[in-house]
Nanobody, 126 residues
Framework: QVQLQESGPGLVKPSQTLSLTCTVS??????????WSWIRQPPGKGLEWMGA???????FASPSLKSRTSISRDTSKNQFSLQLSSVTPEDTAVYYC??????????????????RGQGTQVTVSS
């Protein structure tokens, strides 16, 4: 069974870049045709899909976050990472990584997952 674990700083200052890494075990991030997504949940709000990187390295981003989001991977470590630039307190949220079934099931990314990390709290504050 695939397991995912998020890691990164829990506190980021406004205007800085938030950087998180997801370490995957029990399966390879290059396995066809999975995608690997980042999702967040601000306090009191629903889940928001941020973007993804597919098994072949293609990246996808939510239009609302595209200008500030970068997703990359390190296949040698079986990890993928998120960078969110110019953060504000509105970026405070629990951040999750997940294995996305969108490419396999022919649906949009960000709707179907079969594994997800436990999440990591990130607070944006000076």
């Amino acid at each position: 069974q695939v397991q995912l674990q998020e890691s990164g700083p829990g506190l980021v200052k406004p205007s800085q870049t938030l950087s998180l890494t997801c370490t995957v075990s029990g399966g390879s991030i290059t396995t066809s045709y999975y995608a690997w997504s980042w999702i967040r949940q601000p306090p009191g709000k629903g889940l928001e899909w941020m973007g993804a990187i597919s098994y072949d390295g293609t990246t996808f981003a939510s239009p609302s976050l595209k200008s500030r989001t970068s997703i990359s991977r390190d296949t040698s470590k079986n990890q993928f990472s998120l960078q969110l630039s110019s953060v504000t307190p509105e970026d405070t949220a629990v951040y999750y990584c997940a294995r996305d079934l969108g490419l396999i099931n022919g649906v949009n990314l960000g709707y179907e997952y079969d594994s997800r990390g436990q999440g990591t709290q990130v607070t944006v504050s000076s």
